[in-house]
């Protein structure tokens, strides 16, 4: 499964300044298994819908769903990847990933196992015992999409998560993103500004107009993968 409805949804923030409608009326699908990209320009509503999704955000009007269910809080079906990486600075490559595994109650040495595995997918063997200070960004969010993927989760949403990369690191990312989505059959949510990538790694791309940020157009990508 991992399967995501977005039914006409709204979020409004309220402020000292008054209520912000951030996102209304939008209504999208992830089939399980699917890569769907989000386009739109900065303000849109794209985060907020993320948020929402990954159980941070209450909706203000209409549904959330994953899986049929409509989502009450964070949970480990769901992993979130941000532009700005999110490493325990203090535990080491393995650890960090290992964390992410605790909570599934996993014995010590099946825990060190399987985050050895993740972390070869993802080309990291090399620094398992590296601390995140020592790495380059791109090794950074390496280490967060295997921390995210640990848990087991049915759906990965990612939010500009190579914006802040140069284009070659870039590059090696999202064959990476793509290798362990084929992998590991779940269903990716990708939210960028960048028209080409979410060409080049989706079966599908939702555009996303300026705020209040309906979706205007719903794309077939036929081309093939990396
Ligand atoms: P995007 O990800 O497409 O750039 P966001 O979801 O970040 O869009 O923002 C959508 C709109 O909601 C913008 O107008 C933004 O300023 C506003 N917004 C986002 N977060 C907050 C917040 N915490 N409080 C108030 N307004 C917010
Ligand atoms: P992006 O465009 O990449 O989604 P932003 O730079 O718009 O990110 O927002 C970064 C952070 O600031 C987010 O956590 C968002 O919720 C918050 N934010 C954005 N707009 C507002 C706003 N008008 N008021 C308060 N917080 C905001």
């Known amino acids: 499964l991992g ?3 977005i039914e006409d949804f709204g979020l409004r923030y309220e402020t000292a300044n008054g209520p912000v409608d951030a996102v209304s009326g939008v209504s999208l699908t992830v089939e ?3 890569f769907v990209s989000i386009i739109g320009p900065s303000g849109c509503g794209k985060s ?3 948020n929402a999704l990954a159980g941070f955000l209450k909706p203000t009007s209409g549904a ?3 899986d049929g269910r409509p989502v009450e809080g964070p949970g480990a079906d769901r992993g979130m990847i941000f532009q700005q990486y999110s490493l325990f600075p203090w535990m080491t490559v393995v650890q960090n990933v290992e964390f992410g595994l605790k909570m599934k109650g996993l014995h010590r040495s099946e825990r060190r196992r399987q985050a050895r595995t993740l972390l070869g997918l993802a080309g990291l063997s090399q620094f398992e015992n590296h601390y995140p200070d ?4 791109g090794m950074k969010q390496r280490v967060g999409i295997v921390r995210a993927l640990a848990t087991g989760p049915r759906i990965l949403l990612l939010d500009e998560p190579f914006g802040a990369l140069d284009a070659q690191t870039r590059l090696i990312m999202q064959q990476i993103l ?3 989505w084929q992998r590991l059959k779940i269903s990716v949510l990708f ?3 960048d028209i080409d990538e979410a060409v080049f790694l989706s079966d599908r791309v939702y555009v996303m107009t300026a705020r209040p940020g309906a979706i205007k157009a719903e794309v077939a990508v036929p081309l093939p993968r990396p």
Request: hydrophobic letters at 40%; proline letters at 5%.
């Open 64 to 66: 959330v769903l994953v």
């Open 3 to 5: 399967k995501i409805e």
């Open 191 to 193: 939210v960028t500004h």
């Open 178 to 180: 793509t290798n362990m």
């Open 32 to 34: 399980p298994g699917e």
């Open 134 to 137: 020592g790495l380059s960004g």
């Open 48 to 50: 907020t819908m993320l």
